[in-house]
């Protein structure tokens, strides 16, 4: 992203609604980002190419709370 990484949004979004649920999607499976993402609370780290069922069960989870 040009601005900031997913990362930072995800920071801003915790700080200013901590009760969202957030899952990222990418382009690239950097498993250092991964850990990063779902350490600090991601509901999921999606690396693209996905089926659409792995992210409905996401999406599920994330809904559910």
Same mark, same amino acid.
Do not use: N, Y
């Given at each position: 992203?040009?601005? #900031? !990484? &997913?990362?930072?949004?995800?920071?801003?979004? /915790?700080?200013?609604?901590?009760?969202?649920?957030?899952? @990222? #999607? !990418? &382009?690239?499976?950097?498993?250092?980002?991964? /850990?990063?993402?779902?350490?600090?609370?991601?509901?999921? @780290?999606?690396?693209?190419?996905?089926?659409?069922?792995?992210?409905?069960?996401?999406?599920?989870?994330?809904?559910?709370?």
């Amino acid at each position: 992203m040009p601005v #900031m !990484s &997913g990362l930072e949004v995800k920071a801003c979004l /915790r700080r200013d609604s901590p009760e969202t649920q957030i899952i @990222f #999607m !990418s &382009g690239r499976d950097d498993p250092s980002v991964r /850990r990063t993402a779902l350490d600090a609370g991601a509901v999921a @780290f999606l690396a693209k190419p996905f089926e659409d069922d792995v992210m409905l069960q996401f999406v599920r989870k994330a809904v559910a709370g």
